[in-house]
């Protein structure tokens, strides 16, 4: 069965909810970094999802991989974004949220990869 909605990608599914982990976890973050590192991880976060469905609204595959990219390059600013707020003491070690992100970036290297063999 063709996938019709953005919500039936898995790496959508996944991105989802590592955007709802984020928005969780920056929550408890000091009052100082609301403006700066609360901010920019979750602009990076909710980019990711968001990128993913508006790639998938693209009708060329060249366009479509495009965003994937995006959401890609995304995933990769919140992992250090991870690395610099545990180092900072603003979180614990959370390696299924580590996880989460790092199979999401690689499903969408792969949605990437197989978009563009399409082009």
């Not at 700066?36 to 990128?51: G, K, L």
């Not at 469905?53 to 693209?58: K, S, Y």
Request: hydrophobic fraction near 35%.
């Amino acid at each position: 069965m063709a996938t019709t909605s953005f919500t039936q990608l898995d790496v959508w599914k996944k991105a989802h909810q590592v955007t709802m982990k984020v928005y969780d976890l920056t929550e408890h973050f000091p009052r100082h970094q609301l403006f700066t590192m609360v901010s920019q991880m979750q602009r990076a976060a909710y980019s990711i999802p968001a990128n993913i469905t508006e790639g998938f609204g693209r009708r060329r595959p060249n366009d479509k991989a495009r965003y994937y990219n995006i959401a890609f390059s995304s995933a990769e600013e919140l992992k250090y974004f991870l690395i610099l707020s545990k180092d900072r003491g603003y979180r614990k070690d959370d390696p299924a949220l580590d996880c989460l992100v790092e199979d999401v970036s690689g499903m969408l290297r792969k949605l990437e990869e197989s978009t563009l063999a399409r082009a």
